[in-house]
């Protein structure tokens, strides 16, 4: 059912009561049972405890169907989100157990409006690079992707529509692309970090992963920030949320080869121009290339800087653990103990500048495309190659992955589309016209493998 339909399809079938709540309550159970002990998704799970949340709540939650398409509908939470249910172990045996006793605050807002939470999904040690236990379900051989792996392994295998996730490099486009799902990264801020674990501050940004690309707006919806007491959203938000919508718009469209493009593998640049290509045939777009600006190829170097300074700076508890610390965590705290308070000031600075020329290389545009990962998932262990993802988390604009194409070995690839920061509504009502017009799937790539 999961991956059958889309989230505002699921709402409209318990409105009409076409399906039941426990209906995706069973769903959920039936799709962790037949695949979890292969993939490893979750970390904490309780199934029972939702049963008796839908016989507790019932009548409120039939109440609130009327005005939320979260009701009802189970969500996977990555495991640096604080939960009062779960404990929040964030990957690491040296938080083993630990319960906040207090949700995040965007976990709140998903409960306010219905949603069920179905358990904590794996993530990353401390949301950074060192793999947990989350295996590919294309193939087992090969990385899920980063941070947020278990929420994309959750809704990749049906088991939820939709799951939480973060991303401070390419956490959830990379893991999106590599497991063939949609996954948005919101303009920076637009989303709230209270309760959330920290890696580094200007960087850090709350979003999530779905099985179909019309899911990601009634989750936007529910869990950003609005309303005149955020008068920064507000202002660049909530006055343009609706874009007109006529048959006559001619999309500006961009796509750009950024500093990153001679490294991907052949065949993902292929498929990106391929993807152009069928775009510039659209009589109802204008598609050309954007220019790419050299001040903007220091962005790795940049985020670098920031990541492993704000990394040694906020796990220095954490560094005396010893052993169950992993060595790619250690070495990056140490590289972030040499970077002094004066290099970490000058990095911020150039982030702001990098920003600023991102956005202007963005403003005559109205979405542009690029890269999302530069090659299919590489086997577990080995490095992925660099790819446009943390350009954007590094600049705060808003990225939306696309499952788009297989690589010839059969494993997803995906591209990205960005916009300027808070034209995250005008994104989606893209990547919704393109769905509704054939350009893009509706939902994920298929799993086409037999160990499964």
């Known amino acids: 059912m999961n991956l059958e339909y889309s989230i505002p399809e699921i709402n409209e079938l318990l409105l009409k009561k076409e399906i039941q ?121 090969r990385t899920p992707g980063t941070s947020s792996s278990g929420s ?70 529910t869990i950003r920030m609005k309303g005149p007491d955020y008068p920064y959203i507000y202002k660049h938000i909530d006055s343009k949320s609706e874009y007109p919508k006529t ?21 993902a640049k292929d498929s990106f121009l391929e993807f152009i290509n069928q775009l510039s045939n659209q009589k109802s777009l204008h598609v050309n290339e954007v220019e ?39 070495n990056m705290i140490e590289l972030g103990k040499d970077i002094s308070p004066s290099q970490y000031k000058d990095a911020l600075r150039k982030q702001e500048y990098i920003a600023k020329e991102v956005d202007a290389m963005l403003e005559s545009y109205d979405v542009v495309f690029s890269l999302g990962t530069a090659s299919h998932a590489p086997l577990r262990g080995v490095e992925e190659i660099p790819d446009p993802c943390l350009i954007w988390t590094l600049s705060h604009v808003p990225s939306i992955a696309i499952p788009l194409y297989r690589s010839p070995s059969g494993l997803p690839i995906g591209i990205q589309a960005i916009s300027r920061r808070f034209n995250d509504y005008l994104l989606l009502q893209l990547i919704e016209e393109f769905i509704d017009n054939g350009i893009f799937p509706k939902g994920s790539m298929r799993i086409n493998n037999s160990a499964l």
């Open 292 to 330: 790419w600006k050299e001040s903007i190829s220091e962005s790795h170097t940049i985020h670098e800087k920031i990541y492993n300074k704000s990394l040694s700076y906020y796990f220095q508890n954490e560094e005396k653990a010893g052993e169950h610390i992993s060595k790619i965590m250690r």
């Open 247 to 267: 048959k006559d718009k001619v999309w500006k469209i961009g796509f750009v080869r950024t500093h990153t493009w001679e490294s991907a593998e052949p065949y």
């Open 152 to 221: 994309a392994v959750s809704v990749s295998t049906g088991m939820v529509p939709y799951a939480l996730g973060t991303q401070t490099a390419g956490s959830i486009i990379r893991p999106a692309s590599f497991c063939g799902i949609w996954g948005m990264k919101p303009s920076f801020g637009l989303i709230p970090r209270t309760g959330v674990l920290k890696t580094a501050d200007s960087l850090d940004t709350v979003g999530f992963l779905a099985s179909h690309g019309k899911s990601l707006r009634p989750i936007l919806d």
């Open 21 to 141: 709540p426990i209906d995706l309550i069973n769903n959920l159970e039936e799709n962790i049972k037949k695949y979890e002990h292969k993939v490893h998704a979750w970390v904490h799970t309780d199934i029972e405890n939702l049963r008796s949340e839908i016989n507790i709540k019932n009548d409120l939650l039939q109440e609130r169907i009327n005005h939320s398409k979260l009701t009802y509908i189970p969500v996977g939470i990555k495991d640096i989100f604080n939960t009062k249910v779960f404990p929040t172990e964030m990957g690491s045996l040296t938080w083993k157990d630990f319960t906040p006793g207090n949700n995040a605050r965007v976990v709140d807002l998903l409960i306010q409006e219905g949603a069920l939470i179905a358990g904590k999904t794996v993530t990353a040690e401390f949301a950074v690079h060192e793999l947990n236990e989350t295996i590919n379900p294309h193939d087992f051989t």
